[in-house]
T-cell receptor, first 112, second 114 residues
Framework: AAGVIQSPRHLIKEKRETATLKCYPI?????VYWYQQGPGQDPQFLIS???????DKGSIPDRFSAQQFSDYHSELNMSSLELGDSALYFC???????????FGPGTRLTVL | GDSVTQMEGPVTLSEEAFLTINCTYT??????LFWYVQYPGEGLQLLLK?????DKGSNKGFEATYRKETTSFHLEKGSVQVSDSAVYFC?????????????FGPGTRLSVLP
């Protein structure tokens, strides 16, 4: 069965650079969620989209923005990167924004 | 707001030992409850879930029962294996609103020794 796809899987950036993370949800899933997981931490919710509209917002810094496109894929744009942004970024998808979320493998971002 | 509390780890057990990882929650609505597992270097995988009171989720020998009266969803397994070594996250989702995010517990690291 198709799963959530994230790209890239690994990304290395310098401080103050920008990064774009992509997420392709499971086919026919209309809701996408972004989470940030620091080393040894639990996933922290950043933002979610339902039917291409932002549906909920968590602890997402103002330097970050995200959107969901007409094909339901989502991109997380991160600017002015800081060392503390180094983390595993997960995308998850669900159907109609309820119930079980299916997680992608994550993008490991390292900021040097 | 909603929150999830888990027993602190790490938990170290010998193979074939009985496992319990406690999870309690607070929620304003009637949440669905989940256990996710994260193996080293991998993403989160759904282990089991329960969507209403007294439901029991089960998978791969793991079980958890949704106890509304004690707001708990404890994870149990009768006989753990070395391959069960991972971090386990309890989570809830309030199905009342579209796009509702998950609230995760802090995770419990389990190490099973041969």
């Amino acid at each position: 069965a198709a799963g959530v796809i994230q790209s890239p899987r690994h990304l290395i950036k310098e401080k103050r650079e920008t990064a774009t993370l992509k997420c392709y949800p499971i086919p026919r899933h209309d809701t996408v969620y972004w989470y940030q997981q620091g080393p040894g931490q639990d996933p922290q919710f950043l933002i979610s989209f339902y039917e291409k509209m932002q549906s909920d917002k968590g602890s997402i810094p103002d330097r970050f923005s995200a959107q969901q496109f007409s094909d339901y894929h989502s991109e997380l744009n991160m600017s002015s990167l800081e060392l503390g942004d180094s983390a595993l970024y997960f995308c998850a998808s669900s159907s109609s924004g309820i119930g079980e979320q299916f997680f992608g493998p994550g993008t490991r971002l390292t900021v040097l | 707001g909603d929150s999830v509390t888990q027993m602190e780890g790490p938990v170290t057990l010998s193979e074939e030992a009985f496992l319990t990882i406690n999870c309690t929650y607070t929620a304003t609505g009637y949440p669905s409850l989940f256990w996710y597992v994260q193996y080293p270097g991998e993403g989160l995988q759904l282990l089991l879930k329960a969507t209403k009171a007294d439901d029991k989720g089960s998978n791969k020998g793991f079980e958890a029962t949704y106890r509304k009266e004690t707001t708990s969803f404890h994870l149990e397994k009768g006989s753990v294996q070395v391959s069960d070594s991972a971090v386990y996250f309890c989570a809830l989702s309030d199905p009342g609103d579209y796009g509702q995010n998950f609230v995760f517990g802090p995770g419990t690291r389990l190490s099973v020794l041969p």
